[in-house]
């Protein structure tokens, strides 16, 4: 059972485009992490949100913690090729992570 | 400061046979969790230990099984291979005193034929 929902899936959009995905869930969850990972590498930690309403910035990536502390988005600006891969959005629990599904980004030249 | 450390980084296997994978985690952190990452399923939570304790545990067969060294490496061993356990493997390392810093490793392919 998925906790927590991606969207889109898959995104394939042109180089200096800007974009949203979303990472939703039915229940509030403390902290949430979203992560990045290439082909053939493990996921690399971006950024962890704590408090309902928090903007984080990183470079051109926003990422936003929603008020009600049930969901996330992150936004990027001018998207580049060297975003491409796949964006993971993660609970965190007791010990362990929790994973959406993702979403594949695609960001052509 | 170097990364986390897992061998080997591809294993072809038969069915039937069993498989031992490895995780070296990031000096001096002393957690190292294990997940499963598959196309239909994503990544799922095998398994947690800490100073050589397994702390939390995924919803996996008890053919899925883990140790930690008192080096805080660790290894995974999966028995009797079945073709759904083809996956990539990883481990990340944590602290392990409640930080929320997760390090993820390159992971182990494993394809079961």
């Known amino acids: 059972t998925q906790l927590l929902e991606q969207s889109p899936q898959f995104l394939s959009i042109q180089e200096g485009e800007n974009l949203t995905v979303y990472c939703n869930s039915s229940?509030?969850?403390?902290?949430l992490q979203w992560y990045r990972q290439e082909p053939g590498e493990g996921p690399v930690l971006l950024v962890t949100?704590?408090?309902?309403?928090e903007v984080k910035k990183l470079k051109r990536l926003t990422f936003q913690f929603g008020d009600a502390r049930k969901d996330s988005s992150l936004h990027i600006t001018a998207a580049q090729p060297g975003d491409t891969g796949l964006y993971l959005c993660?609970?965190?629990?007791?010990?362990?992570?929790?994973f959406g599904q993702g979403t594949r980004l695609t960001i052509n030249p | 400061k170097a990364g986390v450390t897992q061998t080997p980084r591809y294993l072809i296997k038969t069915r039937g046979q069993q498989v031992t994978l490895s995780c070296s985690p990031i000096?001096?952190?002393?957690?190292v969790s294990w997940y499963q990452q598959t196309p239909g399923q994503g990544l799922q939570f095998l398994f947690e230990?800490?100073?050589?304790?397994?702390?939390n545990k995924g919803n996996f067969p008890g053919r899925f099984s883990g140790r930690q060294f008192s080096n805080s490496r660790s290894e995974m061993n999966v028995s009797t291979l079945e073709l759904g356990d083809s996956a990539l493997y990883l481990c990340?390392?944590?602290?392990?005193?409640?930080?929320?810093?997760?390090?993820f490793g390159s992971g182990t392919r494993l394809t079961v034929v």
């Open positions: 993660a609970k965190l629990g007791a010990q362990k992570l929790v």
């Open positions: 949100v704590v408090t309902g309403g």
């Open positions: 230990y800490f100073s050589e304790t397994q702390r």
């Open positions: 229940s509030v969850f403390s902290s």
């Open positions: 000096s001096g952190h002393r957690s």
């Open positions: 990340a390392s944590n602290p392990g005193q409640g930080g929320y810093g997760y390090t």
